[in-house]
């Protein structure tokens, strides 16, 4: 008698309550990341929300070729992993001024670490000052839901209102630089011959705000939690920091899903995908693919992480990476080679989204 035949799970799927086809490969998400005919601007998205289109207009993760390829090309030269690790004293200095104002014993690793640091290096890059400082801290958090794929109309109220705002703080500050520039990144972007408009500048620093503080901010408290409840965790990454925010990356980055629109008739895992319809990457369920690596559910911190989508990939590989790991890896080592006693002191509980992997709060015990 022959042996049962076992069928594997598809790699894409059609989900009829999301009304998407889900991506849960990784080589079928390259396919769409990497491949022409698929679409980001959520003016494509059948299933996108009208209040979507109060979306501020320029903002790079919503954009596609040509417009995209022009405006990320103005703005790569400051995000290189060169340029950033130039960067690296001053975001290690501003770890050790936030480390310094916990007063403990008790902290709350996202409220006072993980949101303050990448808030305090956005606003130094774009010489905000103190007022921008507070500004960003109290929008940002509203901001962020322009991200949220199935954004209510209530989020998107919120994160319109937030960009209006912050409009009424960045709209003066960018006419000031025009005036005067300085070395901050505003007056960077302006200089640039054939640069970016004034709108396109505006919006970039929205993306910086929207992109680039939320998600750091969250990938600083999920990698202090996956390194207390990691067996060695501490050890590993104090051993090799590179490596183990690596891992954490893989397994507990911020965003848990991305969205495309198809643009033209695709073929993905022999799952057909018509042109208008939408897709959605897993990135949770890509990093367990059994195709990359063995036991792919286990975290071990010590080991190579190997292939990860967990920054996109394609044209749309995230700009601002370089940025995030590197105040990731400067805030944890910082982080638990000043509290070496650092353990949980409460429940962790994840706070309910469908696109990112967050949590309500890291309390910890300092020493």
């Known amino acids: 008698m022959s042996d049962p035949v076992v069928t594997a799970e598809p790699y894409v799927r059609w989900d009829a309550e999301a009304q998407a086809h889900v991506v849960t490969g990784h080589e079928e998400a390259l396919a769409v990341l990497r491949g022409d005919g698929w679409s980001s601007d959520p003016r494509d998205n059948p299933l996108a929300p009208p209040e979507l289109r109060d979306a501020p207009p320029g903002l790079l993760l919503f954009m596609n ?59 130094e890059l774009l010489d905000a000052g103190t007022d921008g400082a507070e500004l960003f801290l109290r929008c940002t958090p509203d901001l962020f839901r322009f991200l949220e794929i199935g954004a209510s109309a209530e989020d998107l109220r919120r994160a319109t209102e937030a960009a209006t705002e912050l409009s009424l703080f960045l709209t003066p500050l960018i006419a000031e630089r025009v005036a005067m520039p300085g070395p901050d990144l505003i007056s960077a972007m302006l200089a640039v011959p054939d640069g970016p408009s004034i709108a396109e500048v505006y919006a970039t620093c929205l993306l910086l705000l929207t992109a680039g503080h939320e998600t750091t901010a969250n990938l600083i408290a999920n990698g202090t939690h996956a390194v207390l409840t990691t067996p060695g965790g501490r050890a590993a990454l104090l051993a090799d920091p590179d490596r183990a925010v690596a891992e954490i990356v893989r397994l507990e980055g911020s965003v848990k899903l991305i969205g495309r629109t198809a643009t033209a008739d695709h073929l993905l895992d022999g799952h057909r995908v018509a ?16 195709r990359l690596r063995a036991d792919p559910q286990r975290r071990d911190l010590g080991r190579d992480p190997g292939q990860s989508l967990a920054f996109g990939a394609g044209a749309h590989f995230c700009l601002g990476h370089a940025l995030a790991l590197v105040e990731t890896t400067e805030t944890l080592v910082r982080l638990f080679t000043r509290f070496p006693a650092l353990r949980l002191a409460g429940a962790v509980q994840p706070l309910d989204s469908s696109t990112f992997h967050r949590l309500r709060s890291l309390p910890v015990s300092l020493y």
């Open 65 to 123: 070729a040509p417009e995209h390829t022009r405006l990320r090309g103005f703005l790569s030269p400051a995000f290189t992993p060169r340029a950033i690790e130039g960067l690296r004293p001053r975001i290690a200095t501003i770890v050790e001024a936030v480390l310094d104002g916990l007063d403990g014993p008790d902290a709350d690793v996202l409220a006072d670490v993980g949101q303050i640091v990448p808030l305090a290096v956005i606003a």
């Open 275 to 290: 042109a208008g319809e939408f897709v959605l990457l897993r990135l949770d369920e890509i990093a367990r693919d059994p």
